[in-house]
């Protein structure tokens, strides 16, 4: 069981918003920053969104990211299928890093 | 262009050794924490371990502590994990992961494409 919790699936039509949850403790989201991550079939995982809402170099402003208390938030905007992929978050919690059990996402 | 390349995984017994290494490129390594994250056959990703710049500061995940050992050689620019008392929960893709930061605890950013550990009789 993961120590940071998000839904197991999503999914989303063409150009339709979604967004995946990540919920945690004082510990881990309530005291640090969090990352998201984004694994495509087969791939290694890329850094999609860091420090709670910035977009590193290339990743498309469709992409946000926002923090409150113990929980944080992904969202994509005007869903493409390229979108299809499993989705984590990541926070530092004391004196590691945890992660959550992954969401994959669905484009119908 | 950033390159993590991994090396050394294999198929090894329960209760054998196995070490891990990763050449880095395209960065300046001594400048970067560094981190080993293993992916089990259909499932999420677990942080393993990491280093610091300077190899002062190393932490790991419970479940490895005291069984692995993670060091580099910013000289070969290098990252290594040294597994011992493998069990068959270790059977993992193993990614050699990079730091924006200097500390273990800065953000990951950039990962190789994994080299696959099993544990098995």
């Known amino acids: 069981q993961s120590v940071l919790t998000q839904p197991p699936s999503a999914s989303g039509t063409p150009g339709q918003r979604v967004t995946i949850s990540c919920s945690g403790s004082?510990?881990?989201?309530?005291?640090?920053?969090v990352n998201w991550y984004q694994q495509l079939p087969g791939t290694a995982p890329k850094l999609l969104i860091y420090?709670?809402?910035q977009r590193p170099s290339g990743v498309p402003d469709r992409f946000s990211g926002s923090k409150s208390g113990t929980s944080a938030s992904l969202a994509i905007s005007g869903l493409q299928s390229e979108d299809e992929a499993d989705y984590y978050c990541?926070?530092?919690?004391?004196?590691?890093?945890?992660f959550g059990g992954g969401t994959k996402l669905t484009v119908l | 262009e950033v390159q993590l390349v991994e090396s050394g995984g294999g198929l090894v017994h329960p209760g054998r050794s196995l070490r891990l290494s990763c050449a880095a490129s395209?960065?300046?390594?001594?400048?970067?924490?560094m981190h080993w994250v293993r992916q089990a056959p259909g499932k999420g990703l677990e942080w393993v371990s990491g280093?610091?710049?300077?190899?002062?500061?190393?932490g790991y995940a419970d479940s490895v502590r005291g069984r692995f050992t993670i060091s580099r050689d910013n000289a070969k620019n290098s990252l290594y994990l040294q597994m011992n008392s493998l069990r068959a929960e270790d059977t993992a893709l193993y990614y050699c992961?990079?730091?924006?930061?200097?500390?273990?605890?800065?953000?990951?950013?950039?990962w190789g494409q994994g080299t696959l550990v099993t544990v098995s009789s």
């Open positions: 992961a990079k730091d924006m930061a200097i500390a273990v605890a800065g953000t990951i950013d950039y």
């Open positions: 395209g960065f300046t390594f001594a400048d970067c924490a």
């Open positions: 280093i610091s710049w300077n190899s002062g500061s190393i």
């Open positions: 004082s510990s881990n989201i309530g005291s640090n920053t």
């Open positions: 420090s709670n809402n």
């Open positions: 990541a926070a530092w919690d004391d004196s590691l890093w945890v």
